[in-house]
């Protein structure tokens, strides 16, 4: 039986190895594909996994980590979705990072002496810049910043399965849904400086609906997150799209970022969009022009 992640990896592998042949393009530099090699494609025996060539453009966790390493361990292991999360990792999170799980555990003391840890650090970054930790401004913002950054990062410690509840319904119908102008705000894991913009998610349904609002909630845990935007784009996609399977899913973000117009190349008003188009969205132009034509009235 294969796994919730070997399933989604698979199938994105699929879905773009049909893309590409709509393209023209073959990535194995082979002959093309046939009938036969794409059923071998689905087939997930343990001797056809193990024989399968890499694929070049789907990474493992998704594409939104490297592979395993001490930076960024791989957490998708088996008992995935045994909680009833909607993404495969087993406390629900979504794609966490190294010390992910240790926060969503830590017990009240362990929390203290993180927070100790913190105003340290951040006594110590005053004391560098060429400030005093000590005068009567900068007192107390050590503990200050502290408690800002937990809550800036408070998606690391939000389930998904709690954020999503039991707001998926059974519906008749197949069009398109559409929540747009959704403010989001996360900090740039580069220079933890905060990005701000707005993103539209659209998705087609497949019998299941999702709570209007949950898309918000979503698009909020995973943006309260040290992030980047390509990253943060895909991880709203594949989130709904692992909630309800619906026939598709396009994710887009307009955001600013500090860390472009207040230092570095200092260029205020420059506006980065990102999109990721899963299912019908990627492969029917069609669906995919009705949805840009929709955010941007």
Not at 91 to 112: F, Y
Not at 212 to 238: G, H, M
Not at 247 to 260: D, L, Q, S
Not at 262 to 278: D, E, W
Request: hydrophobic share 35%.
């Amino acid at each position: 039986m294969p796994t919730h992640s070997e399933l989604l990896s698979n199938g994105l592998r699929q879905l773009q190895l049909e893309q590409s042949q709509a393209n023209g393009v073959n990535h194995d530099d082979g002959p093309p594909r046939t009938e036969s090699d794409l059923a071998q494609d689905t087939d997930h025996s343990p001797t056809t996994l193990a024989l399968r060539p890499p694929w070049p453009h789907v990474h493992e966790g998704y594409g939104f980590r490297t592979p395993s390493g001490s930076s960024t361990p791989q957490t998708l292991i088996s008992q995935a979705g045994e909680r009833g999360s909607p993404l495969p990792d087993p406390n629900g999170l979504g794609w966490p990072a190294k010390s992910t799980i240790s926060r969503l555990h830590a017990t009240p003391a362990e929390r203290a002496t993180r927070e100790k840890r913190m105003i340290g650090a951040v006594r110590t970054i005053l004391e560098c810049i060429g400030e005093d930790p000590d005068r009567e401004g900068l007192l107390r913002t050590p503990e200050r910043y502290a408690n800002a950054v937990m809550w800036m990062t408070r998606g690391y410690e939000e389930r998904l399965v709690d954020v999503i509840n039991d707001a998926v319904f059974t519906e008749d119908h197949d069009e398109m849904v559409l929540v747009r102008e959704i403010d989001i705000s996360s900090l740039c894991e580069h220079h933890l400086v905060p990005f701000t913009g707005k993103v539209a998610i659209g998705y087609i349904p497949n019998q299941l609906v999702l709570g209007i609002s949950k898309l918000a909630r979503i698009a909020e845990t995973f943006s309260r997150r040290l992030q980047v935007q390509e990253r943060l784009t895909k991880q709203i996609a594949i989130a709904v799209q692992e909630a309800i399977k619906p026939r598709g899913v396009a994710v887009v973000m307009e955001a600013t970022h500090m860390c472009m117009t207040m230092r570095g190349v200092q260029k205020p008003g420059s506006i980065t969009v990102t999109s990721c188009m899963l299912g019908c969205f990627r492969t029917q132009q069609k669906t995919r022009e009705e949805f840009l034509t929709l955010i941007k009235k």
